[in-house]
């Protein structure tokens, strides 16, 4: 608990541009959570480095992340919006934690495995050891609860295994935490191939959604976007592509399934697409307006950023410093 409320932590990377995926799935969760918790949303940087990156190129977006959480809805008076790099405690929890994670446990993480096989000329430690410093992100805070799309449940589990190990040994030192999956938008799938996941990192433009996609570009992709020869529009596994349109329309209107199946029941495929993409534009263009603008005051997102890095900083000191203190570090002389 911080100042009465229930603490909640989540985080993306910036590596490369976000989807719709990320934002049904993550940041439009994150907005609908601010009032009921005391809320620390970061821009993992840390975990980016996992693979290279361009240095020039990560700043850059890892500051344009920062903004989008902003115009995408995040007060950044009411949650604590910050770069993890400028948190000591994440790398220094994480060494910590490391000491208390098995090989065998790290070995299962299927993320692992995807980007072990993707990366296979830089499968360093720092990869290997990634869950580990996701699980000093949410311990350090103390976080009840940590809003996620279902491709992360593996790492709270495992975060919630070295949390539980930890205090079984120390005592009650963390709070054990609960993943928070959204009704909707949980898994946004490929435009292009719908049994794969809408990802930042696909080759293929065509397959995602950005957040800064113009109106023009939205429509063309959804007009692109693979189905089937069904010819009707049904929310049955046996129709991923449809599926997929329905649960982005569904997440994008405030409709739910039933309802959308029902408005088009016996309408063809390209008037669905296109209320799809109209609905995914009204979403997305207030979003772009708002991004638009903070981008210009520079001196207003220095100061969102050293304040909310302080006020980071001071409360992971808390836990940082009661964890030191078990495991047995010499106290600081004052
Ligand atoms: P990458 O392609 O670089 O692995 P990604 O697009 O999969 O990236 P992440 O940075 O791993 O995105 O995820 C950021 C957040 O967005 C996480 O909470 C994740 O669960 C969520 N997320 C990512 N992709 C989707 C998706 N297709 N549907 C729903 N949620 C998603
Ligand atoms: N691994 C996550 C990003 C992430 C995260 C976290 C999410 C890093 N630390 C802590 C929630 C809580 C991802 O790839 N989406």
């Excluded at 490369?16 to 995926?21: A, E, F, I, S």
């Excluded at 601010?34 to 940087?45: A, H, L, N, P, R």
């Excluded at 719908?194 to 959604?209: F, G, H, L, T, Y």
């Excluded at 903070?294 to 997102?301: I, N, P, S």
Aim: a neutral charge; aromatic letters at 10%.
């Amino acid at each position: 608990m911080l100042d009465g409320k229930k603490v909640l932590f989540s985080g993306m990377q910036a590596t490369g541009n976000l989807t719709l995926g990320n934002y049904l799935g993550a940041l439009k969760n994150w907005t609908t959570l601010t009032d009921e918790y005391q809320c620390f949303y970061s821009v993992v940087d840390l975990h980016s480095i996992t693979v290279r990156q361009d240095p020039a190129e990560l700043r850059k977006r890892a500051r344009n992340l920062l903004t989008l959480y902003i115009a995408a809805g995040l007060d950044p008076e009411k949650n604590c919006l910050y770069y993890q790099s400028h948190v000591t405690g994440h790398a220094e929890l994480a060494w910590i934690l490391n000491c208390f994670t098995y090989m065998g446990e790290l070995n299962r993480m299927t993320q692992f495995k995807d980007k072990a096989a993707k990366h296979a000329d830089n499968i360093n430690a720092g990869l290997f050891t990634y869950p580990v410093l996701m699980a000093a992100d949410i311990l350090l805070f103390q976080s009840d609860v940590v809003p996620v799309g279902k491709d992360q449940l593996q790492h709270l589990e495992i975060t919630r295994d070295i949390a539980t190990r930890f205090n079984g040994i120390y005592g009650d030192v963390f709070t054990i935490p609960e993943p928070y999956i959204g009704k909707v938008g949980a898994k946004i799938m490929s435009l292009q191939d719908p049994v794969k996941k809408m990802s930042k990192s696909d080759e293929n433009p065509n397959a995602s959604i950005y957040l800064m996609d113009d109106p023009d570009t939205i429509i063309r992709k959804f007009k692109r976007a693979v189905t089937d020869s069904e010819a009707c529009i049904r929310y049955s596994d046996d129709q991923p592509g449809i599926k997929n349109l329905i649960d982005i329309f569904s997440a994008c209107s405030g409709m739910t399934a039933e309802q959308i199946v029902a408005d088009y029941e016996g309408k063809g495929y390209g008037d669905f697409k296109l209320a799809v993409g109209e609905s995914v534009v009204n979403v997305l263009k207030p979003i772009q307006d708002r991004y638009a603008e903070l981008q210009k005051d520079k001196a207003y997102l220095d100061s969102i950023i050293k304040t909310n890095a302080e006020k980071a900083q001071y409360y992971s000191n808390k836990t940082l410093r009661k964890v030191q203190k078990k495991v047995g570090f010499p106290e600081r002389v004052r």
